[in-house]
């Protein structure tokens, strides 16, 4: 058993949402599912929520946006090298399954034919060169501390607490125990208007 789940992607159907985050309440003891959810995450989602038949808003999980920077720059960096190491996997593949078909038909292929052409060695040393750098540019990025002077782990979860720098109250509680908080203030304002 675990006491949190994070979800990189948010999953396709409810079922498989809710079997992950499962994992974090057993026994009906409490545990934190942080779901991740970029602009092209919305619409799975919104169906998920939908099919739990979920209507409040799920609180914000704290993030200390000044670190943000940071973390944006890493992970665009890493999107950049997949963006450039897929393109060019995918027209190596292509290239040579059509390569292969045409010298078993015995004809000759124009470049156009190809993704990208028939790039010259000059070409290609150069595009390895530009990721080979890229990669080592990730590395080091990787390798230096996002929230500098206030981790003392390796990584921000390995205490069991997720503490967050510069958040006057919330910057001794675990993660768990804010939104904890949160969904406790929220119930008490519920009970208030009812009232």
Known sequence: MCS?????????????????????ARAFSEG???LLIGPSDV?????????????EELPFFPVEMKYMTSVKERVNLARQIEKVEYF???A??????????ADALELELDD????????????????????KGMKKHLKHLLSQPVFKNVMKTKYPTQSGKLLLPDLSEMSS???LGAMSKA?????????????
């Open 4 to 24: 949190i789940a994070i979800h990189y992607q948010v999953p396709r159907t409810s079922e498989v949402y809710v079997h992950r985050s499962g994992r974090t």
């Open 32 to 34: 934190l599912s942080l």
């Open 43 to 55: 619409v799975n989602f919104k169906r998920i929520y939908k099919t739990l038949a979920k209507s």
């Open 88 to 90: 060019s996997s995918r």
């Open 92 to 101: 190596k593949q292509h290239n040579s399954w059509l390569q292969q078909a």
């Open 112 to 131: 156009e034919d190809l993704i990208g052409g028939r790039p010259s060695e000059e070409e290609e040393s150069q595009k390895q060169k530009m990721l």
């Open 173 to 175: 509680q675990s993660a």
């Open 183 to 195: 969904q406790r203030k929220k119930k008490r304002m519920k009970q208030n208007e009812d009232i």
